[in-house]
């Protein structure tokens, strides 16, 4: 096996090497816990960057030498499969530089830390799974097991109602794979049980556009049926309206790392299992349902941004603007242009760092001051004049308020351009709608800094001390990549371009 193609592997396993590691070390021994895990993630985001570099931005397939394929459970036909292209390389490094910087935000974890940090890494070790795996079935393991760190996670260091908030997500995300999972088996069963019947890439191009299938006496359309059974699947990790609901209870009663790793990551693989399986292999009941992505999309921007305004906890708040820039996402996925799914990409992306950078500030605060009202339910103030108080803090929080809401120079500005650049052809009356998503994202943010950080010090907030040297040095990272990538996105586009135009291609023949 080549060294490119081991790339793949010790990207993959590294972090389950590092829960070893842990396994490996007393419990009471705390801080080698933190630094294992932080040399652990540091090595793997390393990894990352070499590939990186390594990548050939011509290719617009999966690229040969660092492709992996050893038989698994061979009566099956299931494969060890893994591979990297331009769709899934921004979103490796994006999971290796955010569980690297988490490891940092966690480092005032005191709850049962070896068991934490062993369940972080775990954690990122699915979730590269879920981004290298070219075998459905293997996709389908990677995407499961990922449920059982992050049920933890949140169910034993999350808030006071982290069991129902577990609890929730488990059952909603569950739900969306047992869906997947019949529509892995319909695949399978459909292209006759073949070498390839789980191969992603050998399914894709339109394969089952003919078939038919009875079910109760009725005939469906094979493709259309099952593309809404893995759309659903999909669907609810971005979320998309109306599969949203876990999503502010899972925000908010998670632990600050949980919730970056959710918002910069989880997500996305919601986003990116559509453009890995669904559309690939259904393309022609992409085309059918793509009206109804721009409106599920349209919806989740506006609702989600009226949902984030009327918010009173500032996690909450952030939480339900994911939503709606999760909805720039699908809106750009819909155009089927390349122009919007390279900004469709390229947000997701962009949505990972910013979102992230304002979960982290929202945990640093909530070590100092216990609680995240903006608005208490008594009606008082629950933080005021922050920006006399902490000025470090504020300015870095002023960084990412305005990356997430779009502000030209920043990094989600180009995306959402981009965006909107590929959709206004197809769907002009959804993109002028859509920019009313656009101005709430600035009043809902706009508000919540003038509440919190203008106006008197109240009583409470005299005490908070500003950022420390680790926080900022977490921070750093972050604020570099939204400036830089507002400024220069090419690093980042550059990588998905071919990738997303063979996309494209194969989706404009049907």
């Known amino acids: 096996m080549q060294a490119s193609s081991n790339l793949l592997n010790w990207i993959l ?15 009471a ?5 933190r630094v294992w895990s932080l040399i652990n993630t540091t090595v793997t985001f390393a990894l990352t960057l070499v590939l990186y570099a390594k990548f050939d931005t011509t290719v617009p397939g999966m690229q040969v030498p660092f492709n992996i394929s050893v038989p698994w459970i061979k009566s099956f036909n299931i494969f060890y499969k893994l591979g990297v292209d331009g769709i899934s390389l921004p979103m490796i490094v994006l999971t ?6 988490c490891v940092l935000s966690s480092w005032t974890v005191k709850k049962q830390v070896k068991a934490y940090f062993a369940l972080f890494l775990f954690l990122q ?9 070219m075998d459905f079935f293997l ?15 949140i169910g034993i260091w999350g808030g006071e109602n982290r069991e129902y908030a577990a609890v929730k997500f488990f059952l909603y995300t569950f739900l969306g794979s047992i869906l997947m999972l019949v529509g892995m088996v319909a695949l399978y069963y459909a292209s006759g049980k073949g070498i390839d019947s789980f191969d992603i890439l050998a399914l894709q191009g339109g394969k089952f556009s003919d078939l038919t299938l009875t079910i109760f006496g009725a005939t469906f359309s094979f493709a259309k049926l099952f593309f809404v059974f893995l759309f659903i699947g999909f669907a609810i990790k971005v979320p998309v309206f109306p ?3 876990w999503l502010p209870h899972a925000h908010v009663q998670a632990p600050t790392a949980i919730s970056v790793i959710l918002a910069g990551v989880l997500l996305k693989m919601g986003t990116y299992g559509f453009l890995r399986i669904a559309f690939p292999i259904f393309p022609e009941a992409t085309i059918y349902f793509s009206d109804a992505i721009a409106w599920l999309g349209l919806i989740n921007v506006i609702y989600g941004a009226f949902c984030a305004m009327a918010q009173t906890d500032v996690k909450k708040l952030v939480a339900y603007s994911s939503v709606s820039h999760m909805g720039f996402v699908m809106l750009g996925l819909a155009a089927l242009t390349v122009t919007g799914v390279n900004g469709a990409v390229l947000q997701m992306f962009n949505h990972g760092t910013s979102t992230a950078m304002m979960f982290l500030m929202i945990g640093v605060l909530y070590e100092r001051s216990h609680h995240r009202w903006i608005v208490r339910p008594d009606g008082s103030k629950g933080f005021g004049g922050l920006y006399t108080q902490l000025p470090k803090f504020s300015i870095i929080f002023i960084i990412a308020m305005f990356a997430s809401m779009g502000l030209p120079g920043l990094s989600g500005f180009i995306s959402e351009a981009l965006i909107f650049l590929g959709i206004y052809e197809r769907f002009t009356t959804i993109t002028v709608l859509a920019l009313l998503g656009l101005l709430l994202g600035a009043a809902y943010l706009l508000w919540m800094f003038k509440r919190m950080f203008f106006g008197d010090v109240i009583e409470e907030c005299k005490s908070y ?3 420390n040297a680790r926080e900022i040095f977490y921070m750093l990272p972050l604020c570099v990549a939204v400036i830089v990538f507002g400024i220069y996105p090419s690093p980042v586009l550059d990588v998905m371009r071919a990738s997303v135009g063979n996309l494209v291609s194969m989706l404009a023949k049907f």
Do not use: N, Q
């Not at 996709?139 to 996670?153: H, R």
């Open 13 to 27: 396993w590294m972090p389950f090497i590092g829960v070893l590691g842990i396994l490996f070390i007393p419990k």
């Open 29 to 33: 021994k705390e801080t080698a816990i």
């Open 96 to 101: 290796g530089l955010l569980f690297l910087i």
């Open 125 to 133: 070790s699915t979730v590269f799974g879920v981004f290298f795996a």
């Open 139 to 153: 996709f389908y393991v990677y995407w499961e097991v990922m449920l059982i760190p992050m049920f933890f996670l």
């Open 243 to 245: 599969f949203h609901t």
């Open 465 to 467: 001390t500003d950022m």
